[in-house]
Structures are given as C-alpha cells and as structure tokens.
C-alpha cells in the first residue's frame, strides 16, 4: 500500500470512499469503493498499519441524498 509507505512511523491519514464494493471508471477516473469488511482488509495488509475510526456519512450534494460515503482515519504505527 502506497499511502502507507508514504506515512512516517506515527503518522495519520484520513481516506474518504464511496460506500460499496469494488473499482470503477466514471469520467476517465478510476474510483475504489469500500465497505468496513473491505477497507479493514484492505488496510489489514500493511502490518503495521492501523484503523483507528471508521464512519460512514450521507452525501451533501442534494441531488445525491441516497448515497453514502466511508471515512476512515489510519495510522502507522
């Protein structure tokens, strides 16, 4: 995981996803959607990279009320 090798021992990020499973490509841009399930392995396989809160939250676009995003914030222990 790239963003984990980027972070200095201690260091924290924040990540923000699309709800829902898998990669798609919309407007020339890949997107990577997660889950608790799916974000948790996917940060699980950095060894020493950690969860430490996850939360969804509801879209603030009005014409977009329906979806959902998930954040997280991590750290590199």
Known sequence: MR??????PGGVCYM???YGVGERL???RL?????EATL????????DFRLIDVWTSPDARPDRASEFW????????
């Open 3 to 8: 963003l984990h090798a980027a972070l200095r």
């Open 16 to 18: 923000s996803f699309k």
């Open 26 to 28: 919309a407007t020339g």
């Open 31 to 35: 997107f990577c959607d997660h889950t």
């Open 40 to 47: 948790e392995k996917a940060v699980g396989a950095a060894p």
């Open 70 to 77: 998930l954040n997280a914030i991590a750290r590199r222990t």
